[in-house]
């Protein structure tokens, strides 16, 4: 078998899971669903939603109606933008399909009170031939908008369909809308819309394709470890599929955002609607489904930060994932210049339930915590507790797979917060370090193991305080007797704040044994020797902890999956008496 018939025999038997019922239905119930959720709509059987309307509304002459639609799988567009101030009504294909001309006609007839109906085309095809038809069909007055915001498809030939309409076309709905609410003419309405059509470029980036529920396949392909660069919002290739090069450092999102900015900027100015500095513009950081709320924020974050460095000013600022392809992972960013007029159109009241709050002038910086215990540094090396720290440093990615494994997965990170960047050799007393290890963990790292070692560290500190014993200069019996105490008052006042107990799948199941060893040393010829003696019982009931399942803590809503692996925290706070690697437990 050749490696293409192998790769064709994977794809052809690798599935997906969808929520639906029987494949055929899937459209028909997705929309029922959509419009039960919708609080401003309703299903008209003719094939379009429509904003409910009072008898008084019905009757009611003399506005502009707008509507838009499209193939489904792109949601919230077009029928979240429903509502008092954007759409009137949306007209839904099916899956990435355009819808027919019998549907637009149908909404263009329902949405006419008078003075005309808007249609807010995106520039495919079958879209543009299907409203086409229909403006061409119904007797009242039709004005139509152009959305070609794709840098990806902006190619000079007359062969071209030209510029794909993408997220600039929820932009475009708000002005149109808005205009239509205030009372504008048909030309009026259409002259904003377009206007804004215009002035906006979009490009896009996707990091993995999304998979259609009708039959379980994915909308493109993908291959892992490749990024296409100008995606369609149907998974259509862009200007480049990328893959990653061994070697090479994989693309930060610094790098991708500037290039989609740097893509979209030169199409404005090529076109002369021209962006540079002291420029106002709008920004729509949109998600394409697959992408988590935070990339958004991260992103949105990036490119505020970027397009001030360049002087240009975001006037308002949307993100959130408006224009998608189903759950494809990737983001799209669009411009578009504004002035004062367009701005107010946007800011316009609307009850359109997906549209967006803007953010007014954002502007970004940094939400770093202030943390001013700085790492104390007062003489001679501290070979033990720096012997710890290298340890940690060299397994946050283990720890946090093996956490992931489990079922949670931040145990690592949340490590890799607390002491990642504490350098080594530690120049500090026992005392000073595993205090300064106690705020680490309580104020950088959170979660279950943020108050737990920090509980623990907080008690080995006070333990060496009171004594007054240093590993770098005490003798082995009084650093025995100083650890044990620590060990004991750490395992007592964690089990204290969670209740957990030797048994019960913790890091307990390791300190423990540790504190018991410890204790039962009444002699050793160095500290080295010390730490030994504790280290073996400590791995043991590490060790323990596969197979064993979790009692406390967030593994024990896990159940089974959890009992597979080892626990981290057992395995990392073994590390303070000697070395293991991962894998030995």
């Known amino acids: 078998m050749t490696k293409a018939q192998d790769s064709a025999k994977k794809k052809k038997t690798e599935t ?63 029928a979240g933008f429903i509502g008092e101030g954007m759409l009137d009504a949306a007209c839904p294909g099916l899956v990435f399909t355009s819808p027919n001309a019998v549907q637009v006609i149908a909404a263009t007839e329902w949405a006419d009170r008078g003075k005309g109906v808007v249609h807010v085309v995106k520039n495919y095809t079958g879209d543009v031939m299907n409203f086409t038809v229909a403006a ?122 500037e290039e989609l900015l740097d893509g979209i900027i030169t199409s404005l100015n090529k076109a002369d609607v021209t962006v540079k500095e002291n420029t106002d513009v709008v920004l729509l950081v949109n998600g394409l489904g697959g992408t988590s709320e935070l990339e958004l924020d991260l992103v949105f974050g990036e490119a505020c930060k970027q397009l001030e460095e360049k002087g240009i000013k975001v006037k308002r600022g949307y993100r959130g994932s408006l224009v998608t392809s189903l759950n ?62 290298d340890r940690l440093s060299g397994a946050f990615d283990d720890l946090t797979e093996l956490d992931r494994i489990a079922g949670d997965g931040d145990f690592g990170q949340n490590m890799e917060a607390a002491f990642g960047d504490i350098t080594t050799p530690l120049k500090c007393s026992d005392e000073q370090a595993l205090e300064f290890f106690a705020h680490r963990m309580l104020v950088r790292a959170g979660g279950t193991s943020g108050a737990v070692l920090g509980t623990f560290f907080r008690e080995m500190s006070d333990a060496f305080a009171e004594t007054g014993v240093d590993s770098r200069d005490a003798g082995a019996g009084a650093f025995a007797k100083t650890l044990a105490t620590g060990l004991n008052n750490g395992v007592e006042a964690i089990t204290e704040l969670g209740g957990a107990k030797e048994g019960d799948n913790t890091l307990i199941d390791a300190l423990a044994p540790a504190a018991k060893a410890a204790s039962d040393i009444t002699s050793a010829e160095s500290i080295d020797e010390v730490l030994e003696r504790v280290f073996e019982p400590a791995v043991k009931g590490a060790k323990s902890t596969r197979g064993m399942a979790a009692k406390k803590g967030r593994a024990s809503y896990l159940g089974e999956s959890a009992s597979d692996v080892p626990d981290p925290g057992a395995i990392a706070v073994t590390w303070l008496f000697g070395e293991a690697a991962v894998d030995e437990f």
């Open 16 to 78: 997906f899971k969808s929520f639906r019922n029987d494949a055929a239905d899937f459209i028909e119930e997705a929309i029922g669903g959509l419009v039960a959720a919708h609080p401003d709509a309703e299903w008209h059987s003719e094939g379009f939603i429509g904003r409910k309307r009072t008898q008084e509304e019905s009757n009611q002459r003399g506005k502009v109606g707008v509507i838009s639609g499209g193939g489904s799988g792109h949601e919230p567009m077009h």
């Open 328 to 389: 494809m992972a990737g983001v799209s960013l669009t411009l578009t210049k504004v002035n004062r007029e367009m701005l107010e159109l946007l800011d316009a009241e609307t009850s359109a339930p997906a549209w967006p709050a803007a953010a007014v002038n954002p502007k970004f910086a940094l939400a770093a915590m202030e943390d001013d215990f700085e790492q104390p540094v007062n003489g001679k090396k501290n070979k033990w507790l720096s012997a710890f720290v």
């Open 136 to 257: 061409n069909t119904v007797e009242g007055e039709v004005g139509q908008i152009i959305v070609a915001d794709d840098v990806a498809t902006e190619i000079d030939n007359d062969h071209s369909p030209g510029r794909r309409g993408t997220g600039a076309t929820i932009i475009v709905e708000k002005i149109a809308g808005a205009s239509a609410a205030r009372g504008d003419e048909l030309k009026d309405v259409v002259k904003w819309g377009q206007k804004a059509a215009d002035q906006s470029r979009s490009m896009a980036v996707a990091l993995q394709a999304g998979h259609l529920p009708t039959s379980d396949r994915q909308t493109f392909d993908l291959e892992e470890k490749e990024i296409e660069i100008g995606v369609g919002i149907h998974g259509e290739p862009g200007v480049e599929r990328r893959k990653q090069k061994p070697g090479v450092k994989k693309p930060t999102a610094a790098n991708l955002v």
